[in-house]
Structures are given as C-alpha cells and as structure tokens.
C-alpha cells in the first residue's frame, strides 16, 4: 500500500492510499486521463489546427514508408516459406496499421477548410470517450450536418453505409489491435480476462496479410469520403460520395476474392532480390 499520486507537468493526480497494481485498468485509465488531459490544455486555433495537420502529414508518410518495409518482409517469408516469420511479422503490420490508422484520422480531422475549431473538438470528444469509432462516426455525423440536405437531394440514409463500413474496418481491426497490445497473440480473453473469447480468437488466427492490407485500403477510401464531405458539402460532395463509396465497395469485393494461398503463388513466380 502506498500514496498514489502522478504528476503530469503542472496537474497532479491524487489516487489515495492504494496499491497501483489492484486499481482496475490503472494504465489504460490512467493514459487516457493523461492523454485528454494534454490534448485539451491547450485552446484550439487555426494556427494549432494547420500545426497538427502538417505535423500529421510527417507521420503519416512516415508510416506509409514503414508499412512497405514491413509487407516487403512478409512477403519474403511466405516466398521461403517462413510462415511462423510471417505470422509474427504479420501481427506487427496489424498493430502498425493501427498506428497509421490514429495518425491518418487525426491529420483528417485537422484538414484544412475543413471542419470548424469547435467541430473538431467535438471530434475529439467523441474519440476520447469511445475511441477511434467513435470518432469516426461522430465526423461523419457532424460533416453531414454541412450538407443542405432539401437543396442537394441526398438520402440521408445513405450514410448508413458508411457506418457499416467504419464498424467492419475501423471498429473491428481495433478490437484485434487491442488484444494484440496487450500479449494475446495467439488466444484472445474476454474484457475482464476470466475466459478465452473463441470468437476474438478465431479473427486473430485469420489474420494476414490480404486483411491488413484490407483494412488500409478500406480505411484511405473512407477518409477520401470524409474529406468531400468536409471541404465541398455545397458543391461537388454529392457525386463524390457516390463515385467514392462505389469504389470503396469495389475495393471491398475485389479483395473478398483475394487468398493468402493465391498471394504465395505469386510470389514464388518471382525471384527472390535481397
């Protein structure tokens, strides 16, 4: 037992007499306090929104540079048929892409032109309380609101489609990337940690390469889709949506087709270059 307090720059936390280690979830708390504790000390402008953007743009090409070395070793150990290699690898791509996927969301948000300062905020709100989805389904919610719904003729309903999509390939990767963060490489355990969940298990074991790949072309499509929506609600946004959402879902089919097995073969068609 001990006096908890943690002190972060000018903000002191008092947490009592406790032992760190019994406090439920004390890390992930914790962070996250720390995290909204930082991002919301300082008031937004346009100058600190042009900042976090341009700083976004270094992080994301950053990522992108790493996420091709990263495939290239994937797909040298399935070329030689190092398929424990590449099942490793293949989890530090997908914790890799959740990396990409924060860092490519937060540059979105900060685009400029784009969402208003007290928009963006509200975003933000959003993503702390519920994380990623929930950030993702509040910029859309509140980029729809730009839009002169009578005057354009758009269906609102449309927009379930979007949500789908940002369930099935923003929420779900998360949910793995949260197992895989904290060590269930290989058996998932429900959220307390008092049983194996079979089902989290199952979608840890399925992924590869073709689905990591997957979730980043799904996830560029949807911040494309963001994007119209944002910067040219009154304009071109209607016919963007739908040429973007129709590639989107032709992307998604397309990439249904795709087996790991199929990738293999084409790789050992090439010559191996070191």
Same mark, same amino acid.
């Given at each position: /037992?001990?006096?908890?307090?943690?002190?972060?720059?000018? =903000?002191?936390?008092?947490?009592?007499?406790?032992? +760190?280690?019994?406090?439920?979830?004390?890390?992930?708390?914790?962070?996250?306090?720390?995290?909204?504790? @930082?991002?919301?000390?300082?008031?937004?402008?346009?100058?600190? %929104?042009?900042?976090?953007? !341009?700083?976004?743009?270094?992080?994301?090409?950053?990522?992108?540079?790493?996420?091709? %070395?990263?495939?290239?070793?994937?797909?040298?150990?399935?070329?030689?048929?190092?398929?424990?290699?590449?099942?490793?690898?293949?989890?530090?791509?997908?914790? /890799?892409?959740?990396?990409?996927?924060? @860092?490519?969301?937060?540059?979105?948000?900060?685009?400029?032109?784009?969402?208003?300062?007290?928009?963006?905020?509200?975003?933000?709100?959003?993503? $702390?309380?519920?994380?990623?989805?929930?950030?993702?389904?509040?910029?859309?919610?509140?980029?729809?609101?730009?839009?002169?719904?009578? %005057?354009?003729?758009? $269906?609102?309903?449309?927009?379930?489609?979007?949500?789908?999509? #940002?369930?099935?390939?923003?929420?779900? +990767?998360?949910?793995?990337?949260?197992?895989?963060?904290?060590?269930?490489?290989?058996?998932?355990?429900? !959220?307390?940690?008092?049983?194996?969940?079979? @089902?989290?298990?199952? $979608?840890?074991?399925?992924?590869?390469?073709?689905?990591?790949?997957?979730?980043?072309?799904?996830?560029?499509?949807?911040?494309?889709?963001?994007?119209?929506? #944002?910067?040219?609600?009154?304009?071109?946004?209607?016919?963007?949506?739908?040429?973007?959402?129709?590639?989107?879902?032709?992307?998604?089919?397309?990439?249904?087709?795709?087996?790991?097995?199929?990738?293999?073969?084409?790789? =050992?068609?090439?010559?191996? =270059? =070191?």
């Amino acid at each position: /037992m001990c006096a908890v307090v943690v002190e972060y720059g000018k =903000r002191r936390f008092d947490l009592g007499q406790r032992d +760190p280690g019994s406090i439920p979830g004390f890390r992930e708390t914790l962070s996250s306090r720390l995290f909204s504790e @930082a991002r919301s000390s300082e008031p937004m402008d346009r100058q600190i %929104q042009l900042a976090i953007f !341009r700083a976004q743009v270094e992080n994301v090409k950053f990522l992108e540079t790493a996420r091709k %070395q990263i495939s290239k070793s994937i797909n040298l150990s399935l070329r030689t048929n190092n398929l424990h290699m590449a099942n490793v690898q293949t989890k530090i791509y997908a914790q /890799m892409f959740c990396a990409w996927s924060e @860092a490519n969301f937060l540059k979105l948000i900060h685009t400029p032109h784009g969402y208003e300062l007290d928009e963006i905020v509200n975003v933000k709100k959003a993503w $702390d309380a519920g994380g990623i989805t929930s950030g993702w389904r509040r910029a859309v919610e509140v980029g729809l609101t730009k839009i002169p719904t009578v %005057q354009s003729g758009f $269906d609102p309903y449309a927009s379930t489609k979007i949500f789908r999509i #940002i369930d099935k390939y923003v929420r779900d +990767p998360s949910i793995l990337r949260n197992k895989i963060a904290h060590g269930q490489w290989k058996v998932a355990l429900n !959220r307390d940690n008092t049983a194996v969940n079979t @089902a989290v298990t199952h $979608d840890i074991e399925r992924i590869d390469i073709i689905v990591v790949d997957t979730w980043f072309e799904c996830q560029k499509h949807l911040a494309l889709i963001v994007e119209s929506l #944002i910067e040219t609600p009154e304009r071109t946004f209607i016919n963007a949506y739908w040429s973007q959402l129709e590639a989107l879902e032709a992307t998604i089919e397309e990439r249904s087709t795709f087996t790991l097995d199929g990738k293999i073969a084409v790789l =050992r068609r090439k010559p191996i =270059r =070191r």
